[in-house]
C-alpha cells in the first residue's frame, strides 16, 4: 500500500476517533490496543523460555538499578563508536520524548483530572515504567534466547523485521504478527488523535471538549506535515525535525518544573497554615 493511502486512511480513523471524544472513540481504541498488547505479551511469554525471561528479568534489574546513575550521565566524549551509538539511540530518543511532552503530559493531565499527585505518580509513572521492564525482559529475552541457542541470529535482521523474526522461530509466531500489526496500525491511530485532541485544547482557551472543527483542523495539518516530511526526507526528515522541535520544549519543561515547584511548596504551606487553625478552633 502506497505511504500516502496508508496516512489518508489512519487519518480519517484518528479523526472519528477525536470527533467521538475521549468517553468513546479514544477510550475505546486505546482499550482495544491494551488487550490485543496483552495477548502478544502472553502468547510470547508462554511460547517462549518463560524461565530464562524470569531470570533475566531479575538479572537485568540488579544491574539497572547499579549502572542508572553512571548511564544518565554517559556521553563517551574520548570514545568515537560508543558516541556514536549515544547520538543515535540515547540522545535521539530523549529529544523525541521531550517534542511528545506537550502533547502527551496535557493529554495525561487531561485524563487524570481529579486525581491526587500520589495516585498520578503511582499510575503514570512507577505502574509503566515496571510494565516496561517485564516487556522487554520477555521480548528482548526472547530474542536472544535465539542467538545464544543458536537457533537464529536475530541481530542480521533490520530493525523493522527483528521483532517478527522472533515470532518466527516460536509457537503462535503468525497470530503474535498479525496482532503486532494491527496493534502498531492503532497505537498510530490513538497517538494521532490524542495529538489531535490536545492542539485542540491548546487553541480553544484550554477547553476540556475543544470544538470539533478545530480537531478536524489539527488533524489534517498533521497528516499533511507528515507527508511533507516523509516525501522531503524520510524517517531522517522526521527524526531531524523532533530533535529541532526538542530544544525550546526542554527549556520550557524547566520552566514548568520550577513553576511546579513553586506551586507545590505554596500549597503545602498553606495546608499545614490550615491545619493548624483547625487544630486550634478544635481546642
Excluded at 23 to 49: E, H, T, W
Excluded at 98 to 117: D, E, K, L, Y
Aim: overall charge positive.
Amino acid at each position: 500500500m502506497d505511504t500516502s493511502c496508508i496516512v489518508a486512511l489512519v487519518t480519517v480513523l484518528f479523526l472519528v476517533s477525536a470527533w467521538s471524544g475521549l468517553d468513546k472513540g479514544i477510550r475505546v481504541l486505546s482499550n482495544l490496543n491494551m488487550s490485543i498488547i496483552a495477548i502478544i505479551f502472553l502468547l510470547l511469554l508462554a511460547a517462549g523460555p518463560t524461565m530464562y525471561v524470569l531470570n533475566l528479568f531479575t538479572n537485568t534489574i540488579g544491574e539497572y538499578l547499579q549502572n542508572l546513575p553512571r548511564l544518565s550521565f554517559r556521553i563517551s566524549p574520548f570514545d568515537e563508536e560508543n558516541r556514536q551509538w549515544v547520538n543515535d539511540w540515547t540522545l535521539f530518543y530523549w529529544a523525541w520524548w521531550i517534542s511528545w511532552a506537550p502533547f502527551v503530559g496535557i493529554f495525561i493531565a487531561r485524563v487524570s483530572r481529579g486525581r491526587t499527585i500520589r495516585e498520578f505518580v503511582t499510575a503514570v509513572l512507577l505502574v509503566p515504567t515496571v510494565i516496561v521492564f517485564i516487556w522487554f525482559s520477555v521480548f528482548g529475552g526472547a530474542a536472544i534466547a535465539l542467538e545464544h541457542d543458536g537457533v537464529a541470529v536475530i541481530s542480521d535482521f533490520i530493525t523493522e523485521q527483528m521483532l517478527f523474526a522472533t515470532f518466527s522461530n516460536y509457537g503462535f509466531g503468525t497470530l503474535m504478527s498479525f496482532l503486532t500489526l494491527f496493534a502498531l496500525f492503532v497505537f498510530l491511530v490513538t497517538s494521532a488523535d490524542s495529538a489531535t485532541f490536545v492542539l485542540g485544547m491548546l487553541t480553544s482557551n484550554g477547553s476540556n471538549s475543544p470544538p470539533n472543527r478545530l480537531k478536524l483542523i489539527w488533524g489534517v495539518l498533521l497528516s499533511a506535515t507528515a507527508l511533507v516530511l516523509l516525501y522531503s526526507g524520510g524517517l531522517q526528515a522526521l527524526q531531524n525535525t523532533l530533535i529541532i522541535a526538542a530544544l525550546p520544549f526542554s527549556i520550557i519543561m524547566l520552566l514548568m518544573l520550577i513553576g511546579l515547584i513553586i506551586v507545590l511548596t505554596k500549597e503545602g504551606k498553606q495546608l499545614t497554615k490550615e491545619g493548624k487553625q483547625t487544630k486550634k478552633s478544635k481546642a
